[in-house]
């Protein structure tokens, strides 16, 4: 994966690339990222020439299964974001059940998905945290209160951790350094006997603190 000196590299799969030439432009304005390819399909020879760290697809569902294993396949070592129109919880499930590390509706702030593609790169997951709350609604329909397990500057870090920050994004919300922001989350997934950044963002929407 790309260091903390090292821009993230992302490749873009979008039909149509109108759209897919904004989304270039919009992440590239960002010095943490660098976009190595677009392409309006699965386009295996390009992108085991881009080795990107990210791939971000525009996912039609029909095609989803199919496209992941072609991406997986000519990119094994890139991480995968599926951006999507639909907001039901069950599609985002399929596609996570599919193989991706983060799905996002498209409808997302230019924040939200510049957050999800930096979490993905750094090697966590990322969903979308309106889909995510729809989830456990349904799974869930009462409230489950929050306990006191964690200290007012946990209960900071998991709420921004459910909207899909990363440590270093974190460590700059709240004037901290990354190496406090990981020795906070380890000891929430220690508390929590949490192993994956999603089971902290589903305690916090849950708890209701996100």
């Not at 599926?82 to 498209?106: F, H, N, T, W």
């Not at 990981?182 to 089971?199: C, D, E, G, M, Y």
């Amino acid at each position: 994966m790309s260091t903390p000196t090292t821009p993230l590299r992302v490749f873009i799969i979008e039909k149509q690339l109108l759209f897919g030439t904004a989304i270039a432009q919009i992440l590239s304005s960002d010095p943490a990222i660098s976009v190595v390819g677009l392409a309006a399909d699965r386009d295996s020879a390009l992108l085991a020439k881009s080795r990107p760290d990210v791939i971000v697809i525009d996912i039609d569902t029909d095609e989803l299964d199919a496209t992941v294993d072609v991406v997986r396949a000519a990119s094994p070592e890139s991480r995968i974001c599926l951006l999507s129109m639909y907001s039901q919880p069950e599609v985002m499930q399929r596609c996570l059940s599919a193989g991706a590390d983060g799905y996002i509706v498209k409808d997302s702030s230019l924040q939200e998905l510049l957050a999800a593609i930096k979490a993905i790169g750094e090697g966590n997951s990322y969903v979308d945290p309106r889909v995510a709350a729809a989830l456990l609604r349904r799974r869930a329909p009462t409230h489950v209160p929050y306990t006191s397990q964690l200290s007012p500057r946990e209960t900071d870090i998991i709420r921004l951790i459910a909207q899909g920050l990363s440590n270093r994004d974190i460590g700059r919300r709240l004037v901290l350094s990354e190496k406090t922001v990981k020795n906070h989350v380890s000891r929430i997934f220690s508390k929590l006997h949490f192993t994956a950044r999603s089971q902290a963002a589903v305690h916090a929407i849950r708890s209701g603190l996100a």
